[in-house]
């Protein structure tokens, strides 16, 4: 089995949501951070990106249409049948297997960006290793949560902290 690492990194807000209901991250982009709040050096750990459609959606319009992750491989969860782009192979098929095949493969750690339903699949078939997770000083009272409701239970080791300006990121390691 290789040693590859499926890796959450992901803010949310201090009571745990990572969007608001209408799918916005405004909020986020209010709080004054330090440099990229570590994301550049995170990048440089992963050769791939797992996201769902709305977070790939969200993503191109946010972005212009310019995908960000262009030098890494990229897959997008969806229900519908999507040609690849240049930039991303989009997956219809059972996410847990490709999922479970894609970690058996060589490579770096790989990294799941969400949404909130990916997350949800990800949480209850086990599927994550580690857990970096940025919090913003932020209090939605509402939103898309970071960790649905469902049948799941995870043993965590913190690896670490740091803060950058007013986010704290806390590292967690999945107990086996």
């Known amino acids: 089995m290789s040693s590859r690492k499926i890796v959450l990194f992901i803010a949310q807000s201090l009571d745990g949501y990572i969007a608001t209901k209408d799918d916005s991250l405004d909020w986020l982009f209010k709080v004054e ?56 192979k989009f997956v219809n098929g059972n996410i847990v297997e490709f999922t479970r095949n894609l970690k058996k493969e060589k490579g770096e750690n790989i990294w799941i960006v969400g949404g909130g339903d990916i997350l949800y699949t990800f ?36 690896k670490g902290t740091r803060t950058f300006n007013q986010f704290v990121e806390l590292h967690y390691t999945v107990k086996n």
Not at 71 to 79: G, I, N, P
Not at 137 to 156: A, M, N
Request: glycine share 8%.
């Open 33 to 88: 951070g330090e440099g990229d709040n570590g994301i550049s050096e995170f990048y440089e750990t992963v050769d791939t990106i797992l996201l769902g459609k709305r977070t790939y959606d969200w993503i191109m319009k946010f972005e212009n249409e310019q995908f960000p992750y262009k030098d890494k491989d990229c897959y997008v969860f969806t229900r519908s049948s999507i040609a690849p782009t240049d930039n991303v």
């Open 123 to 158: 949480f209850k078939e086990k599927l994550v290793d580690e857990i970096i997770t940025t919090i913003s000083p932020t209090i939605l009272g509402d939103g898309i949560p970071l960790f649905k409701t469902g049948d799941y239970h995870y043993e965590l080791e913190l």
